[in-house]
Every structure is written in structure tokens, then in C-alpha cells.
């Protein structure tokens, strides 16, 4: 089973940007759906983006759609959220997750999952 670490939260000032990382080991990550989910304090976690096996095919949430972008790089077993023009409201922590089909943007159809990475967007 594939199992998932994510880095490159931080602070970041609104407007800046932050370019987060999945590394995946275990499993055989150029097979996977890979996706990305946030969430704030109190909150559920939600859906931000998903992209399929190839990379050819992606999905956004329509509170990142535009601002947010994700990637893989199947050799590095690695997938990317690159998230610019970033917003207070952006502030969760966020998760990367495989899932075996695609499209899907539910968390049920997603898991194993990260450790999770921090993102503070100051005002």
C-alpha cells in the first residue's frame, strides 16, 4: 500500500504563494488518482483537487478553481498543489490521498492519506 508524506506548508502573507508536495513510497503511485483536501479548525475536511493517473485530467473545487494548481511527476512519485493568490479563508491544514477511480472528489472514495501539512494565510 502507498503511503504518503506532504511538505511545503508554511505562513504566507494573502497573495502570496506555496507550492505543497506529496511524496509517495510503497504501492505504484503512476496507478493512483491523487488528490488533495484542507481542513480549517472546526471545520470538515473538504475537497480542493484531484488529478488523474497520467495527469491529463484534473478537478478543482470552485473556492481554489483559478488560483490553485495540481500537478504529479509520476518518476518522482510525487504529486503538487501549487496555490497562488492565497487567501485567509485558505488556512487548513492540507492532506494529499490516492484513490484507486476517477473522477472522484469524495473523501470516501480516497485513502491511504498524509500526515497532513500546515498552510496560515495571514491577512
Known amino acids: 500500500q502507498v503511503q504518503l508524506i506532504e511538505s511545503g506548508g508554511g505562513l504566507v502573507q494573502a497573495g502570496g504563494s506555496l507550492r505543497l508536495s506529496c511524496a509517495a513510497s510503497?504501492?505504484?503511485?503512476?496507478?493512483?488518482?491523487m488528490g488533495w483536501f484542507r481542513q480549517a479548525p472546526g471545520l470538515e475536511r473538504e475537497f480542493v483537487a484531484a488529478i488523474n493517473w497520467s495527469g491529463e485530467s484534473t478537478v478543482y473545487s470552485d473556492s481554489v478553481k483559478g488560483r490553485f494548481t495540481i500537478s504529479r511527476d509520476n518518476r518522482k512519485n510525487t504529486v503538487y498543489l501549487q496555490m497562488n493568490s492565497l487567501k485567509p479563508e485558505d488556512t487548513a491544514v492540507y492532506y494529499c490521498?490516492?484513490?484507486?477511480?476517477?473522477?472522484?472528489?469524495?473523501?470516501?472514495?480516497?485513502?491511504?492519506w498524509g500526515q497532513g501539512t500546515q498552510v496560515t494565510v495571514s491577512s
Open positions: 490521498a490516492a484513490s484507486a477511480r476517477w473522477i472522484v472528489t469524495e473523501e470516501a472514495f480516497f485513502g491511504p
Open positions: 510503497g504501492g505504484t503511485f503512476s496507478s493512483y488518482t
